[in-house]
């Protein structure tokens, strides 16, 4: 699985190709599964350009793009976007329209209470754990662990040099995963090399505007679409497809 993640917390700063409208972000998924893209997560954006959990956003940004693709829509549920933990609890009780999946970061506060209740409302949980947390070590006593939908590895080690090596580092904390599937990633500079090592692992991995801005060889990505497309080289689809 190669997911597609459109945006993240990037917002106009970052360049006209970060889509932060639902309009936008639903004909960047498009072009992106047009790509090859299998999956999406996105970061639902209130009119100002942050990322909300707000029920009524949420609803808008997921028909959008579910009126385009019809593969798996994910958002996010981080800390950033509601820091209260019992406040972002009543913003998904209160969410009308259902995500495929939704991302929660393990290391945050709040993280087994909001996985219970997404799961209950039947979302598929992928369990956020990041590199330099404790992450792993609270994933790997949780009583929801072993019913999440994947773990999310997530490197965020950023030089192109020791990314690998703590992606594997990371791998190793979080084990067999509580026989889950597992997705892993890298961001800015180690994206690419840790998006190669998930392709020589056999393991799902992601690539977009949130993790990246640029190409392998370094040049300004034009769109999701195109780093998708190049993701799919970099991992090596073509040859585990042959």
């Known amino acids: 699985m190669v997911q597609v993640c459109l945006n993240g917390v990037r917002g106009a700063v970052d360049g006209a190709a970060v889509p932060l409208s639902p309009e936008a ?4 998924a498009a072009a992106a599964v047009a790509a090859g893209a299998t999956d999406i997560h996105v970061h639902p954006k ?3 350009g942050n990322d909300t959990l707000s029920p009524r956003v949420l609803a808008v940004t997921l028909e959008a793009i579910r009126a385009r693709v019809s593969v798996p829509v994910g958002v996010t549920t981080g800390v950033w976007a509601e820091p209260d933990p019992v406040r972002r ?4 009780r209160g969410w009308t ?3 495929d999946h939704a991302s929660v970061n393990w290391h945050e506060a709040g993280a087994e209470e909001l996985a219970a209740l997404l799961i209950e409302r039947g979302v598929g949980v992928e369990a956020g754990i990041w590199s330099g947390t404790d992450g792993a070590a609270r994933f790997a006593v949780s009583p929801v662990g ?4 994947r773990v999310l590895a997530e490197v965020t080690d950023t030089s192109a040099v020791s990314a690998q090596d703590t992606a594997r580092e990371l791998l190793a904390e979080v084990g067999d995963a509580r026989g889950r599937p ?3 990633h890298g961001e800015d500079g180690g994206a690419w090399p840790v998006l190669r090592l998930a392709g020589r692992l056999g393991l799902a991995t992601r690539i977009g505007l949130e993790d990246t801005l640029v190409l392998p060889g370094g040049e300004s990505a034009s769109s999701n679409a195109q780093l998708v497309a190049a993701g799919l080289v970099q991992y090596g689809w073509a040859r585990r497809s042959s």
């Not at 972000?25 to 960047?28: C, S, V």
């Open 97 to 99: 329209v259902l995500p």
């Open 89 to 92: 609890l009543e913003r998904v």
């Open 182 to 184: 597992v997705l892993l």
């Open 46 to 48: 209130s009119p100002c």
């Open 25 to 28: 972000m639903a004909e960047a």
């Open 146 to 149: 072993g019913r999440v939908l």
